[in-house]
Structure formats: C-alpha cells, structure tokens
C-alpha cells in the first residue's frame, strides 16, 4: 500500500499508472466481450463511416467498429508484450546470476552469447526469427522474449557480480547455505529493484516492437485485431479515413508513454539516492 501511495504522490507515477490502469481495464472489457460491437462481422454498409454516435471510432473499409477491434487490439498487444517480457526476465535473471556466481570461463562463453545476440539490431533480430518460425502471435512472443534476454542479463550480471563479493554472502557461505539459497535469498531479492524498473521500460519497447512486427505482417495475423495490424490495414485509406490511422496510433503512443512514464517513477522511488530528493 505504501508503495501504490508513494508512485501516485509521483507526477509521472500518477500519469503512467492511470494510462496503464484505463489500458488494463480496456483489454479486460475486450476479452470478456464487452465491446459496442462485434470485432469481427462486417457490416459493408457502414464501411468507411466517420465516427459518429453509432460507431464512436467509426468504421474501417469492411464495416468493422474501429473501436471495437482497438479493445480486442489492446489486449492481444498487452498479451504479447507481457509474454515475451515474463520470458525475458526469467531467462535473462537466471543467465546473469549464473554468469555472475560461476564467474571464469562460464561468464565469458554467457556473456559473449549474449553480446552477439545485442548485436543485432532489435527488430531485424526478431525478423529473423519470424522468418525461420513462421508468423503469429506465439511466434511474436518468442522473437521479442529473445531479442530483451540479453538486457535482463546485463542488468542482473552487474550488481550481481558486487553483491557476491559483500559480507553477508561469504557469511551465508560459511553456515554452509546452498548456492540456489544464496542465489535467490541474498542477490536475487536485491536485484528486485533494478529488475521492476527495467521490466516496466520493457514493455513499452515490447509492445512497440510487436506493433513494429504486425504492421510488417509477421505478428497478429488477420482477422484478429491487432494496433500494427490496423495501423498496416489503414496506411491506404489516410487521407478518406484518417481516423482509422490516427485511434490505433494514439493508442500505441499511450501504451508506451505509461509504460515510460511508470518505469521512471519506480526508478526515483527504488533509488535510494533518490529519496528525499524533489520529484
């Protein structure tokens, strides 16, 4: 509770928080159904309708609700970008802390994969590992948990590498604690931190990378709505129907900015340099 108040007291905190809640709370009425319209029924009619009382978004080229298909956009994006972040934190911790307690020849081999591995720019390293898989909302999460594990190592490996050097580890060492203890117990929990902070900036960059992929055409695949997907499926109709260019991208836009706007926040109030300090 105290936590929740003090990332509330902060003014980007406040902003970051509030986007995140409203997106939560629009994927979760998404998936349960609770959209004004049907998704995903055309209604050729009412193709191209400028938004209006019946269809606040208006509709796209096939007569879909836009916000209809921007709810269900919404969650399948936060399913992705949580995805592929869940998996990069865990895989990513456990390289770090590995490399950083083995230390030697095993740092060396683990870091070095990971450097190769942030060699590639982002995107183009996701693209090829769609290319070899095969497009799709799986594959998406596998090709974006990848592409981050090398910076959850990184961040891990580091303070890692110090605290496994402090005087509580050598004297959890001479009761004769496990590794895995010692691993989990003493480094882990101190790494919570940096780990919460690099997780919140993390989905932003995910969920901007799987709208990147589904605007290519190797994410989401139609007819299930998705932000790039219907960003990719409006670039044509710009100047008739701005509308359905400028909803989706708003939305992407929010999504990162409270993602931003939340990491920074944690990372004032995690920071203990930072306490005290004016927000």
Same mark, same amino acid.
């Given at each position: $509770? =105290?936590?929740?108040?003090? *990332?509330?007291?902060? /003014?980007?905190?406040?902003?970051?928080?509030? !986007? &995140? %809640? #409203?997106?939560?709370?629009?994927?979760?009425?998404?998936?349960?159904?609770?959209?004004?319209?049907?998704?995903?029924?055309?209604?050729?009619?009412?193709?191209?309708?400028?938004?209006?009382?019946?269809?606040?978004?208006?509709?796209?080229?096939?007569?879909?609700?836009?916000?209809?298909?921007?709810?269900?956009?919404?969650?399948?994006?936060?399913?992705?970008?949580?995805?592929?972040?869940?998996?990069?934190?865990?895989?990513?911790?456990?390289?770090?802390?590995?490399?950083?307690?083995?230390?030697?020849?095993?740092?060396?081999?683990? $870091? =070095?994969?990971?450097?190769? *591995?942030?060699?590639? /720019?982002?995107?183009?390293?996701?693209?090829? !590992? &769609? %290319? #070899?898989?095969?497009?799709?909302?799986?594959?998406?999460?596998?090709?974006?948990?990848?592409?981050?594990?090398?910076?959850?190592?990184?961040?891990?490996?580091?303070?890692?590498?110090?605290?496994?050097?402090?005087?509580?580890?050598?004297?959890?060492?001479?009761?004769?604690?496990?590794?895995?203890?010692?691993?989990?117990?003493?480094?882990?929990?101190?790494?919570?931190?940096?780990?919460?902070?690099?997780?919140?900036?993390?989905?932003?960059?995910?969920?901007?990378?799987?709208?990147?992929?589904?605007?290519?055409?190797?994410?989401?695949?139609?007819?299930?709505?998705? *932000?790039?997907?219907?960003?990719?499926?409006?670039?044509?109709?710009?100047?008739? %129907?701005?509308?359905?260019?400028?909803?989706?991208?708003?939305?992407?836009?929010?999504?990162?900015?409270?993602?931003?706007?939340?990491?920074?926040?944690?990372?004032?109030?995690?920071?203990?340099?930072?306490?005290?300090?004016?927000?």
């Amino acid at each position: $509770m =105290r936590f929740l108040q003090a *990332l509330f007291r902060h /003014p980007s905190g406040r902003i970051g928080a509030s !986007i &995140i %809640a #409203i997106y939560l709370g629009v994927a979760l009425l998404g998936a349960l159904g609770l959209t004004p319209h049907n998704a995903l029924k055309q209604f050729p009619i009412d193709r191209l309708k400028p938004p209006s009382l019946l269809y606040l978004m208006g509709t796209d080229l096939l007569g879909r609700d836009t916000l209809s298909r921007l709810m269900l956009g919404i969650g399948q994006s936060l399913v992705v970008a949580f995805g592929s972040v869940a998996i990069a934190t865990v895989a990513g911790t456990v390289i770090g802390l590995l490399a950083a307690w083995w230390g030697s020849l095993w740092d060396g081999v683990l $870091m =070095r994969l990971m450097d190769v *591995l942030l060699a590639f /720019p982002a995107i183009l390293l996701a693209l090829l !590992i &769609i %290319a #070899i898989v095969g497009p799709g909302p799986f594959t998406s999460v596998t090709a974006i948990a990848i592409v981050y594990t090398p910076i959850f190592a990184r961040v891990v490996r580091g303070p890692a590498l110090s605290l496994k050097r402090r005087e509580f580890v050598d004297a959890a060492r001479t009761f004769g604690s496990s590794q895995a203890y010692i691993l989990t117990r003493h480094l882990l929990l101190n790494l919570i931190a940096p780990l919460t902070v690099q997780v919140t900036l993390a989905l932003a960059w995910a969920l901007l990378t799987e709208a990147g992929l589904s605007f290519l055409g190797l994410g989401t695949q139609p007819p299930a709505p998705s *932000l790039g997907l219907m960003l990719s499926e409006s670039r044509n109709l710009m100047q008739h %129907a701005p509308w359905l260019m400028l909803f989706p991208g708003l939305a992407i836009m929010l999504g990162i900015l409270g993602f931003n706007l939340t990491g920074d926040a944690l990372r004032d109030i995690l920071d203990p340099r930072m306490q005290g300090r004016p927000a």
